[in-house]
C-alpha cells in the first residue's frame, strides 16, 4: 500500500453529490430567477462626473433621492473622485430620442449634485445603453465562455488525454454554473465586471486543475505499484501545499480589492472570490473524480513506442 496524507477520493461520492445537488440549484434559480443584470446588459442612461476632491457616496445618494432619483445607482470607478450615475431606460420617451434624453439627464444631474456640494463637478459624459446592445453583449459573452471551453478540451486532449480534458472541462463547467447560481439566488447585480471575472475564472481554474493532471500523469509513469485511486490521491496530496499557497494569496489581492476598490470592483471581486474557492475545490473532487469515472489506466498515459525502435537499439 502506498502512503498517503489524505484520503481526497474517499469522500469522492459523497462531493459528486453535493456538486451536483448545487449545479440543480443553481440551473433550478437562473431558469427561474433569472440574473439581476446591469445596466451594461439593458437599457438607461449612464453618467459619469468627475469630482475636485474624494466623493462621499452616503451624500451623492442622497441628494439623488431627494430629487426624484431614486433608483439610481451611484459606483465608482477609476479613482475616489469619478463616479458613474446609472439610471433605468425612461419609458416614456420613444427609442430615437433616448440619446438626447440621457444628455439632458446628464446635465440636469450635474447641476443638481453641484448645488449639493462644494467640490467642483465636471460632467465627462451622457449616454444611452440600448437593451440591442447589452443582448450582443451578453450573446458575446456567453460565445466566448463556449470557444475558451472548446479549445481548453482540445488543448489538454493533446496535452494529456481525452480524459483528463472531460475532467478539466466539466470542473470549468461546474465553477461557472454555481457562480452565475449564487449571482441568481443572491440577486447580485450581472455586469461586464461579473462578466470578465467568469472568464478569469476560467483561467485560474483550468491552472490549477493543469497542475493536478501533469502530477497525476507522473505519477502513473513513474510509480509502478498503487491504483489510479491512490495515484490520484498521491497526486492531490503533493500538490496541495502549492494549491493552497496560490489560493490563499490570491484571496488576499481579492479580498483587498472588495474592501478598497469601491462599488464599481465589488461583482468582480465577489465573483473571483467565488470562483476561486469553487475551482480549488473542483479541480481536486470534479475534475480527479471525473478522471477516475472514466476508468484512467495506466496505459492511457504511457509514452508511445515508435514502430521499429526496438530494432534500432538492438546491436
Known sequence: MLN???????????AAIVSAILVLVSIISLATLS???????TSGTSVRLTYSESIDLGEVNSALSGNGYEDAV????????????????????????QAAQAAEVGE??????????????????????SAKVGEELAEQGGLGMLVALGIIMVYIAVR????????????????????????????MEFNL????????????????????SDRIRENFRRLRKGSPLEMVNISLNQTLSR???????????????????????????????????????????????????????REDLMIPVKEGTELDDTP
Open 35 to 41: 440574473l439581476e443584470l446591469g445596466l451594461d446588459f
Open 108 to 129: 440636469t444631474i450635474a447641476a443638481m449634485l453641484r448645488e449639493n456640494s462644494s467640490s467642483e463637478i465636471t460632467l465627462e459624459g451622457s449616454d444611452y445603453v
Open 243 to 297: 494549491t493552497l499557497i496560490t489560493s490563499l494569496t490570491t484571496l488576499l489581492v481579492l479580498f483587498s480589492i472588495l474592501f478598497i476598490g469601491g462599488e464599481s470592483t465589488q461583482g468582480f471581486a465577489i465573483a473571483l472570490i467565488i470562483g476561486v474557492v469553487i475551482g480549488t475545490y473542483s479541480s481536486i473532487y470534479i475534475a480527479s473524480n471525473v478522471i477516475l469515472y472514466m476508468n484512467v489506466t
Open 160 to 187: 494529456f488525454q481525452f480524459k483528463f480534458s472531460m475532467g478539466a472541462v466539466v470542473a470549468l463547467a461546474h465553477d461557472l454554473i454555481i457562480t452565475l447560481g449564487i449571482f441568481s439566488i443572491t440577486g
Open 74 to 97: 451611484v459606483v465608482t470607478f477609476g479613482s475616489d473622485r469619478e463616479i458613474r450615475v446609472l439610471l433605468p431606460v425612461d419609458e416614456t420617451v420613444a427609442i430615437e430620442n
Open 193 to 212: 465586471n461579473t462578466l470578465a471575472a467568469l472568464l478569469a475564472i476560467i483561467g485560474y481554474s483550468l491552472n490549477d486543475t493543469i497542475v493536478v
Open 4 to 14: 498517503k496524507e489524505i484520503d481526497f477520493m474517499g469522500i469522492r461520492k459523497p
